[in-house]
């Protein structure tokens, strides 16, 4: 069977390795050339303890708050968008403490399969991306913090992540002694794993050309061929690609392609940020999110360290804005007081677009209008830690087989796509 996945992120080269692993016919189209997108720049986190979706109770005030703040970590960019207003309407609506409640089985479950599928990779000889169990460091500052992490705590536990540990200042600091932290404590979440996502997608686009996928890069996907409930080609300025399948994993574009093939879903381009310090003089033993801060710090490949962070909710083509990247280095001196790190030259900032969905859970299954087209789109921050998984659970769907976990909360078509 010929399979045509849309997008060269970590989404759309996941679905194509299980899918070439079936025994089928791969085309994966990309607009770039699949060095450089989203999948390359984030804090390489694979993190079950991330069970809490970007939709929920007062981010919506927050996000207003911060909205005249050019270097706050959240911000929404005012404009004429009929997209954005219909996502805006969507995710205020479904930002509740029931849907808080409802979204942390399937985030906890998709992110412990996709942790298992990375694990397997890491047994293969063509992978070596860094991959590391030293878990995840939640830091806080305040009283506020840490009763959010006493909570958090209580809710992993309640999940069966049950090696979660809240740690005093004293016992977070014996965790860093290289460094002096500036925090009340922080939450301990042991489960959770990272990597250095750039040696990841290089290895992963290297075994897929081993394995004859054809890699198309450079190419628009500019429409489709139809016939009846089917997708028949695939179409972009240069070719058409004849499809018995296809999977929509466009990242923060997959909306515009979605309506090229006469699907709505709702979804807008989140823009994050960040920094990598090759040999770094600073040191940390493991990834720690700032929880005030609104920043993720990773350790990678040993010798590196990336400072990331800011939901930037803004179009793809708004010019990138520097002060949230001084937001980020200012909210890690504040926790890391050694940390001095200076402003860096603009060719060494990393930028990229995260697809948001209108409630925080992905979009991974069947769309209504067509019998053959998979859509797997939205998963926001969390598009490396659940890639591999999601590949495995696009793979069955293609397959009509039993999928590895319940995936109904996943439905592209729960908005009325």
């Not at 989203?38 to 911060?66: D, E, M, R």
């Not at 399937?106 to 942790?115: E, F, G, Q, T, V």
């Not at 999110?289 to 993720?296: F, I, K, N």
Request: include cysteine; charged fraction near 20%; glycine fraction near 8%.
């Amino acid at each position: 069977m010929n399979v045509i996945v849309i997008g060269g992120g970590i989404i759309g080269l996941s679905s194509a390795y299980y899918l070439q692993q079936n025994g089928h016919h791969v085309t994966v189209i990309d607009k770039s050339d699949m060095t450089d997108n989203c999948s390359y720049g984030n804090a390489g986190y694979v993190c079950p303890s991330h069970f809490v979706p970007l939709a929920t109770p007062g981010i919506v005030k927050q996000g207003l708050k911060w909205m005249w703040n050019s270097k706050s970590p959240f911000y929404v960019q005012p404009r004429l968008s009929r997209s954005l207003a219909d996502w805006g309407l969507k995710f205020m609506r479904t930002a509740t403490n029931e849907h808080v409640e409802r979204a942390a089985v399937p985030l906890r479950d998709i992110a412990l399969l996709s942790k298992k599928m990375y694990e397997e990779w890491t047994e293969l000889p063509q992978f070596s991306f860094a991959y590391q169990t030293k878990g995840l460091l939640e830091i806080f500052q305040t009283q506020a913090g840490a009763d959010h992490a006493h909570h958090v705590m209580e809710k992993a536990h309640e999940l069966g992540l049950t090696d979660t540990e809240l740690l005093d200042y004293d016992a977070l600091q014996k965790l860093e002694p290289q460094t002096r932290i500036e925090a009340k404590g922080a939450v301990h979440f042991k489960c959770d794993a990272h990597l250095y996502p750039n040696k990841l997608m290089r290895q992963l686009l290297d075994d897929l050309r081993s394995k004859n996928v054809k890699l198309v890069t450079n190419e628009a996907v500019t429409g489709i061929a139809h016939s009846n409930r089917r997708i028949t080609s695939v179409i972009t300025a240069n070719h058409a690609y004849d499809a018995d399948a296809v999977v929509l994993a466009a990242g923060s574009w997959s909306r515009e392609l979605a309506e090229k093939m006469k699907v709505r879903v709702p979804l807008v381009p989140g823009r994050g940020y960040s920094v990598t310090l090759e040999d770094s003089p600073y040191h940390l033993n493991h990834p720690a999110v700032l929880v005030e801060g609104r920043v993720a710090l990773t350790p990678m490949d040993g010798n590196k360290i990336r400072f990331g962070g800011t939901m930037e909710i803004t179009s793809t083509t708004t010019p990138p804005r520097l002060n949230r990247v001084a937001g980020i280095l200012k909210a890690v001196e504040r926790y890391f007081p050694e940390f001095k790190v200076p402003m860096p030259a603009v060719d060494k900032i990393w930028y990229g677009y995260r697809p948001c969905s209108a409630d925080g859970l992905p979009y991974i299954g069947r769309v209504k209008r067509w019998d053959n087209l998979v859509m797997a789109t939205g998963h926001a921050m969390l598009g490396l830690s659940l890639g591999a998984g999601t590949g495995k659970l696009v793979s069955e769907i293609v397959d009509e087989q039993p999928a590895s976990m319940d995936i109904t909360p996943f439905d592209p078509n729960r908005f009325g796509a």
